[in-house]
């Protein structure tokens, strides 16, 4: 059955551009009621462009996990509109949001998600199978070429490394050619030279087919891979930098109190 609403009341939204891939109004997240309630989001304005990586950080309870949950459409907001390709994620039922997640929006996590009694190839069409969606055997076979894991394709995620295991993720992400893809500390689990090849080929996905990426991070340097960092305070957007530096995201930070 579907959930109870509690929203309240959404003022329309002119659609976005197309050149807007995600697009946030007056976006309001509050958890609990009365004198516990607690306000994460406060009136939270966000436009992410096709084709580019936007990093959002902040200090520890600024709202980012909670911002990018609600882009995501894995979060309701209290108030406010959230778009994702042009389509209007607020006030849809649960299987309308299912099926917008499922055909246009893309996830890679930390722990990497990845089924241990499926091998790689099962484990990056698994969300087209369970959608009974054809497989572009083109275009798969040109992402694990681009993520280099095509001839570890018949190997099971123990028989990988952590490094390996998140390029099977992204290219599980990537496969449905998906408006947006939402990274929540992708290189968390890994060390710093799997990292920095996972973070170069999110990067590339913006570069070469013109993916959009939103990175949920707390670490400047893999910030500094974004084209765009959004910096997040008591729930407001407190401002952004552009093509960022490790140094000039710590002094952002810094300036913030992170």
Known sequence: MPRSRTLEPVVPQTIPPASVAVRA????????????????????????????????????????????????????????????????????????????????????????????????????????????????????????????????????????????????????????RPDVVFADEPTGNLDSRSGAQVLSMLRASTREVQQTVIMVTHDPVAAAYADRVVLLADGRVAGELHEPTADSVLQALSRLGA
């Open 25 to 176: 109004t007056a976006l309001r997240k509050v958890h609990g009621t009365g004198s516990t309630a607690v306000t994460a989001l406060e009136h939270a304005d966000l436009d992410v462009h096709r084709g580019t990586f936007t990093a959002v950080m902040g200090p520890s309870g600024s709202g980012k996990s909670t911002l990018v949950h609600c882009l995501a459409g894995l979060d309701e907001p209290t108030s406010g509109v959230v778009w994702v390709g042009g389509r209007q994620l607020t006030g849809l039922r649960d299987d309308e949001l299912t099926r917008l997640r499922r055909d246009h929006v893309g996830f890679v996590f930390q722990a990497f998600n990845l089924l241990p009694v499926l091998d790689a190839r099962a484990n990056i069409e698994l969300p087209s199978t369970m959608a009974g969606r054809r497989v572009d055997r083109a275009w798969f076979d040109d992402v694990v070429t681009r993520l280099g894991i095509a001839d570890r394709l018949s190997h099971l995620p123990s028989q990988l490394s952590g490094g390996q295991q998140q390029r099977v993720a992204i290219a599980r992400a990537l496969l449905s």
